[in-house]
Structure formats: structure tokens, C-alpha cells
């Protein structure tokens, strides 16, 4: 026989864990659709970025008459920032952290000054793409460049 107060203890105790055990999948699924959206984000970053990549080459559309274009101020057209890491890649034989790469490309190109997670999430656009290959080393994740680069780099 157990007694009421003891009753009344494990009452509780399957009341609070039902409880929890509600929260907890009320938090899944809000973290699944967040997983989702992420997902969709992601996936349209990389059409406008393989976009702007395929057009990058393209002619400019000509200015109306007696307007001058916007990109036409004295700066000339900068290499894409992946092509600028695979060629610093390509330096070296090991692989290379990408801090490493930006501490490099801010010392080679000053005049370029990606935040950190822009020159990760293009490392990791270049991976998607084959360009380039990622290594993981216990916690750290570091890239080289792939052994074939692919017969169509920009389609």
C-alpha cells in the first residue's frame, strides 16, 4: 500500500512529465518548420548566387542617353570572391581553415573585406559546386582544393 502523500508526488511527477514531454514536441515541430524555411532560404541564395554568377560576364544594359551607369564611377570589375579563395587554396597542398583563407585574402586584397561567414558560406557554395573540397578534423572544418575541377565551372 502506498501512501496519499506518496500518490500524490508521483501524480505529479507523470502531470509535469507529460507536461515536458508536451513541450518538447510543440518545440520539434516549431524547430522542423524553422528547418524548412532554412532549407528554402538557403536554396534560393544559391539560384540568386549561381544567377549572379552566369551574369556576371554578360554586357550591362546600356544607360538611357545623358545618364551615366552606376558601376561606371572609376572601380573596375573585382574577381568573385570564390575565385579569389580557390586561387589561394590552390597555394597549398594541406588542407587550410577557412579563418586562414581570410586572413589571407585580407592581406593579399585589401581592398576586399568579407566578413567571416561570407567567405564560409562561399567556401561552402564552392563545395556544393565541386570546386573544392571540405575536411572535418574533430571540431574544426577546413577545405582544399578538388582534385578535378568540372569541365562546365560556370554552368
Do not use: C, F, W
Not at 536554396?43 to 542617353?65: H, K, Q, T
Not at 581553415?97 to 589571407?104: D, I, P, Q, V
Amino acid at each position: 500500500m502506498t501512501s496519499p502523500s506518496a500518490d500524490t508526488l508521483r501524480s505529479r511527477y507523470v502531470e509535469q512529465a507529460a507536461s515536458d514531454l508536451e513541450d518538447n514536441r510543440r518545440r520539434q515541430q516549431e524547430l522542423t518548420e524553422k528547418i524548412k524555411m532554412l532549407e528554402q532560404e538557403e536554396a534560393l541564395l544559391v539560384d540568386i548566387m549561381n544567377l549572379a554568377e552566369r551574369y556576371e560576364g554578360a554586357e550591362p544594359p546600356s544607360p538611357r542617353p545623358g545618364q551615366q551607369p552606376a558601376p561606371a564611377k572609376g572601380t573596375s570589375a573585382q574577381p568573385l570572391l570564390g575565385d579569389l579563395l580557390t586561387e589561394l587554396l590552390a597555394a597549398y597542398e594541406e588542407p587550410r581553415l577557412a579563418k586562414e583563407l581570410r586572413e589571407e585574402l585580407l592581406e593579399k586584397h585589401p581592398d576586399r573585406s568579407p566578413t567571416p561567414q561570407v567567405v564560409r558560406n562561399t567556401l561552402e557554395s564552392l563545395v556544393a559546386k565541386g570546386r573544392i573540397q571540405r575536411h572535418k578534423q574533430q571540431r574544426s572544418v577546413m577545405y582544399t582544393v578538388a582534385d578535378a575541377e568540372p569541365a562546365h565551372p560556370h554552368a
